[in-house]
């Protein structure tokens, strides 16, 4: 007999643990599965009663909320003036585009703690009603995913059947790479060709697909570029794209180290954007404290809120400007207090 789906399993479940279930239970296990499946089938001729109960790649499950992404960039993800522009330009554009070229490819850089995967929370949530947790949402982490340089091409194998088998689920899915600056070189090329220019590969069309690549490649370009505004006198919310967008690709493509995975993607031009992270301030890690008390449920208590704000650390060693973990550990700080 073929594994149950998880709907019918579901229903299973429900007949078992009816009132009637007394009456029930002499009906024999075999009979209560065939009337599940069948129920099932029946289920799915009827896509829409269907995906009432289960997340299915449908509006009602896979569907972009610019209000509500507007509304978290706004008062969750603090301190990226430019991230937040560019972000939900870029979403904005691609998800009412009913034939998008390619599919959306946006690379997030900036250092550890600057809310880079919380922004692939933020438009997770904002588009899948599952968020993080939803079927169509996928997310790898290199040095957890693909650590062993000896497996690459099992690695290779495996990403590229992934990729093809969710896509042909759900044409909207969407694949965050954290850890893109650890990533061999070898695993970007297995990537590629989903990321380009093609009407179809093999009848699977990935056009409408999202792939967001995080690193801290730039990240000391980007810190450099922010202090020197700072010294400048001028605000940091003045800082443009532009101002960092070569800053970015200087720092990851002359990098041997980190860097050169990108550059194959860049020739091809296959990013869309490029998402420089800004060094949070002192400022920025009260938010975020202020903001974990609050998701927390317990009132916004200005001393600890300060206290926490005191203990990281920040640099440059004389001015002491910005969180080196950036808003990194609030969370178990918060803890801590707690
Ligand atoms: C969109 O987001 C806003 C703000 O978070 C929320 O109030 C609203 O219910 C959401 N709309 C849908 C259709 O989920
Ligand atoms: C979808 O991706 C996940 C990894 O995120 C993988 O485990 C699963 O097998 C893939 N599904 C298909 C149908 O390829």
Not at 43 to 68: H, M, R
Not at 201 to 219: C, E, M, Q, T
Request: glycine share 6%; hydrophobic share 40%; net charge neutral.
């Amino acid at each position: 007999m073929e594994p149950l789906s998880r709907p019918a399993l579901l229903l299973l479940l429900l007949l078992r643990s009816a009132p009637l279930a007394a009456a029930v239970e002499p009906i024999s296990m075999g009979i209560a599965v065939g009337v599940a499946t069948a129920l099932t089938g029946l289920l799915s001729t009827f896509p829409t009663l269907y995906c009432k109960f289960q997340e299915c790649c449908e509006a009602q499950w896979v569907q972009l909320n610019l209000t509500g992404l507007k509304t978290d960039l706004e008062n969750k993800l603090f301190g990226q003036h430019i991230a937040t522009q560019v972000v939900l330009k870029a979403i904005k554009g691609f998800l009412t585009n009913p034939t998008p070229k390619k599919p959306l490819t946006l690379s997030l850089h900036g250092w550890t703690g600057t809310g880079k995967n919380l922004l692939s929370k933020i438009i997770a949530e904002n588009i899948y009603r599952n968020g993080l947790e939803s079927d169509y949402v996928h997310q790898f982490v290199s040095t957890l995913h693909f650590p062993h340089p000896e497996h690459l091409s099992h690695y290779k194998e495996q990403l590229q059947k992934w990729i093809r088998g969710n896509v042909t689920l759900c044409g909207r899915s969407m694949f965050i790479f954290d850890e893109m600056d650890k990533m061999q070189a070898g695993l970007i090329d297995a990537i590629k060709p989903y990321l380009d220019y093609y009407d179809n590969i093999d009848g699977v069309v990935y056009r409408k697909a999202i792939f967001l690549f995080l690193s801290n490649a730039g990240g000391e370009r980007i810190t450099e570029s922010t202090l020197d505004f700072w010294h400048k006198g001028r605000k940091r919310e003045d800082i443009l794209l532009k101002d960092l967008e070569s800053k970015v690709s200087i720092g990851v493509f002359n990098n041997k180290k980190s860097g050169f995975w990108h550059t194959s993607l860049i020739d091809k031009n296959l990013v869309d954007y490029f998402v420089p992270f800004l060094p949070l301030e002192y400022k920025h890690v009260k938010l975020c404290v202020r903001e974990e008390l609050k998701a927390r449920g317990y009132e916004e208590d200005e001393h600890i809120i300060t206290e926490i704000a005191d203990e990281m650390t920040y640099f440059p060693e004389s001015e002491k400007i910005y969180s080196d973990k950036g808003c990194k550990t609030v969370a178990t700080k918060v803890d801590f207090y707690l």
